[in-house]
């Protein structure tokens, strides 16, 4: 042959058993790849070359595990979820259910004023690998501007904290029976016992005299309920019984947590946020359905001046809101990271 191939090779480039004119009889390139693996590392699939077809290594960790038994920080995670157990309509099941299929690999529960939604969500997680965080959204108040603060990796059974939750369900409580009464004074005959009885064991919230209303064939929609009614500027509504955000700083760290100021581009105040570091808040949420691009900037700036945690989540309430569900926000496995290194750092300081 005149075009320098080996003797056994055919015109096509292969050899009569079919290999390529570069792959050896043993099945490696002469750099010893495999076969099927590129230059570059990967095979067509772009499986790194010892992962094998069933997603694992040789030694049966997943392709995304590392040698130490760590993953990536860039796994995604939802640190800001509520359930049935306050003003959402998620089951603990359909939380893990929902939270897997959309591939997270932590999600935090962050019940408005309660925490009973934790444990259940913690059992219905066992054995599937999502990690799930102890959390709670607690509303506070600076003048007329309300204050919402996320706490993570809380301890649900410390005295404080349980004391504290306690007087906010019976506050929740009178706060919803009065707004039943300023109803049935503008003639809408709905019924305490049936808003009770939709919070269930949880806390009882407006979305509950809302689904009342509903359910009673007083309004046409769940939204009529809010810009008719129960909404800020509503006749029957009545505001929340809240803390100081110091206090609500102050109780999320005694029960072991670490407290962060929940979607501050909702909050219009950004002059306060530097006056809240000093009072105890450690972290940010920074990435929420409600930030646009510059906000999510912005708020990464801050954190990242003032040595914040930065977390982020969908503020997932299931089918009862028009928010994200399940992370589609940015958020990664890095800030749940960020929010252990600062419980981590607390121990090592005593």
């Known amino acids: 042959m005149?075009?320098?191939r080996p003797v056994d090779v055919r015109a096509d480039g292969n050899r009569p058993d079919n290999?390529?004119?570069e792959v050896r009889a043993d099945g490696s390139q002469p750099d010893n790849r495999p076969v099927d693996v590129r230059a570059d590392g990967n095979r067509p699939?772009?499986?790194?070359?010892?992962?094998?077809?069933?997603?694992?290594?040789?030694?049966?960790?997943?392709?995304?595990v590392r040698a130490d038994g760590s993953r990536p920080d860039n796994r995604r995670v939802d640190l800001h979820v509520h359930t049935r157990y306050s003003d959402g309509d998620l089951t603990p099941e359909r939380l893990v259910r929902e939270a897997l299929e959309n591939d997270?690999?932590?999600?935090?529960?962050?019940?408005?004023?309660?925490?009973?939604g934790v444990e259940p969500v913690l059992r219905a997680a066992e054995g599937t690998g999502l990690e799930i965080l102890p959390g709670v959204e607690l509303s506070a108040r600076v003048d007329s501007a309300?204050?919402?603060?996320?706490?993570?990796?809380?301890?649900?059974?410390?005295?404080?904290?349980?004391?504290?939750?306690?007087?906010?369900?019976?506050?929740r409580r009178e706060r919803a029976l009065e707004m039943v009464d300023r109803l049935r004074s503008l003639g809408l005959s709905v019924q305490p016992d049936l808003v009770l009885r939709l919070a269930g064991d949880g806390s009882v919230g407006r979305p509950h005299v809302a689904g009342a209303l509903l359910e009673q064939g007083l309004i046409q929609s769940f939204d009529e309920a809010f810009y008719k009614y129960i909404?800020?500027?509503g006749p029957a509504h009545v505001p929340k019984y809240r803390l100081d955000p110091g206090e609500a700083f102050d109780l999320i760290r005694s029960a072991g947590g670490v407290a962060a100021v929940a979607h501050p581009g909702t909050l219009a105040r950004d002059h306060l946020l530097p006056g809240f570091v000093p009072r105890g808040m450690e972290?940010?949420?920074v990435w929420h359905p409600r930030h646009n691009d510059s906000r999510t900037e912005q708020y990464r700036r801050f954190a990242l001046e003032h040595r914040l945690a930065m977390v982020g989540g969908s503020d997932s309430h299931g089918g009862r809101t028009g928010l994200a569900n399940f992370s589609r926000v940015e958020a990664t496995y890095a800030s749940v990271r960020a929010l252990k290194e600062i419980v981590r750092s607390r121990t090592r300081d005593r």
């Open 2 to 4: 005149n075009d320098n």
């Open 19 to 21: 290999r390529p004119a």
């Open 45 to 64: 699939d772009n499986r790194p070359v010892d992962v094998r077809a069933d997603g694992n290594r040789p030694d049966n960790r997943p392709a995304d």
């Open 104 to 116: 997270v690999a932590a999600v935090a529960v962050t019940d408005h004023d309660t925490v009973m």
């Open 146 to 171: 309300e204050v919402h603060v996320l706490g993570f990796l809380i301890d649900v059974n410390h005295p404080s904290l349980v004391e504290w939750l306690e007087l906010f369900r019976q506050k």
């Open 231 to 233: 909404g800020y500027n």
């Open 283 to 285: 972290a940010l949420e």
